[in-house]
């Protein structure tokens, strides 16, 4: 875990820094507030880490290491299922991607301060890309404190196993982000919904925005078959729009990563995406029965480096 010296995190109930304290007896329940803010009983998990602020507002790691911090009425947005999850472990463990994990990790780590460094991955998801950025990072010497979050307690289940360095967190990106002001140098932000004045807000003034967003014609012949959406020509035109009044683009990269899959690789690559949602596996997987192996496709994505209005113009 990062030390709570540099630990950028703000109470989701007061908006006090949030620490690392030591596990209690009593008062805390597992994966959200305190009892008292909570209105729930308590439910504890012996042995585990809390976060806590000043005002006495705490929050316990769940079993598998992730924090809840959602409060409230919580989300209303869907978040990707136990299913969803597994089938993207399953395809991303293959190394498919592992050309956008490393163009990432490329992006983002010169970023990175040489003392205090610290990075977003909004949208963590198993956290398969902040993994690259960490190795990449302690490869180069830099030590980094890194917070993941994402609205799925399944996918983060799987994130802080896979980065127990980092504080994984639950949360709703289209809230105010539980982070001080000018707090990282870097957010990252992979196929998952983007909210520009908060990443403007967290970010140092020489911090930098990496965004990934599939491109017209990814997994072009995949598409039809599973039943997936196509990428809309207007994309990249509303992702400008939309961060126009907080940044500037500084960098843009196209990256293609030629496929080769078996039929089960593929219904995995569909079902762990915007499909998911609507399809269940076994459906998609019937889809692939009938195609020829190996499954070949290619997915095309965009890597942008958006730097903040501040930045631009000092």
């Known amino acids: 875990m990062p030390s709570s010296d540099h630990l950028p995190l703000l109470c989701p109930v007061c908006s006090g820094p949030l620490v690392f304290a030591g596990a209690d007896t009593a008062g805390a329940t597992t994966g959200g507030p305190t009892a008292a803010a909570a209105g729930a009983a308590p439910s504890r998990v012996p042995g585990q880490r809390r976060l806590a602020c000043a005002s006495g507002h ?9 924090f809840n911090l959602l409060v409230g009425k919580g989300t209303a947005f869907e978040a990707d299922t136990a299913a969803m999850v597994e089938a993207r472990v399953n395809f991303l463990g293959h190394g498919h991607y592992r050309p956008l994990a490393e163009a990432v990790a490329a992006a983002v780590v010169p970023c990175l301060s040489d003392h205090n460094g610290a990075i977003l991955d909004s949208g963590t998801g198993t956290g398969h890309y902040l993994r690259q950025v960490l190795d990449t990072a302690a490869a180069q010497g830099r030590e980094v404190t890194a917070v993941g979050l994402d609205i799925s307690k399944f996918a983060l289940r799987r994130a802080a196993r896979l980065n127990p360095e980092a504080v994984n967190l639950v949360w709703d990106v289209w809230q105010p982000l539980p982070l001080a002001d000018r707090s990282v140098d870097a957010v990252t932000v992979v196929f998952a919904p983007r909210n520009p004045a908060e990443f403007a807000r967290i970010l140092r003034p020489a911090g930098r925005l990496v965004v990934v967003t599939p491109r ?73 029965d009938d195609l020829p192996e190996p499954v070949r496709t290619e997915a095309k994505f965009r890597l942008l480096v958006f730097r903040p209005k501040e930045a631009a113009t000092a």
Do not use: C, W
């Open 58 to 66: 705490s929050f316990d790691a769940a079993r598998q290491g992730y």
């Open 216 to 288: 017209t014609g990814h997994l072009g012949n995949l598409v039809a078959t599973a039943g997936m959406l196509s990428i809309e020509e207007s994309k990249d035109a509303r992702l400008a729009t939309a961060m126009a009044r907080y940044f500037d683009i500084d960098t843009t990269s196209d990256i293609d990563v030629p496929l080769t899959l078996t039929r089960h690789e593929a219904a995995d690559l569909a079902f762990m995406g915007p499909a998911g949602h609507h399809a269940d596996r076994d459906a998609i997987g019937e889809r692939f």
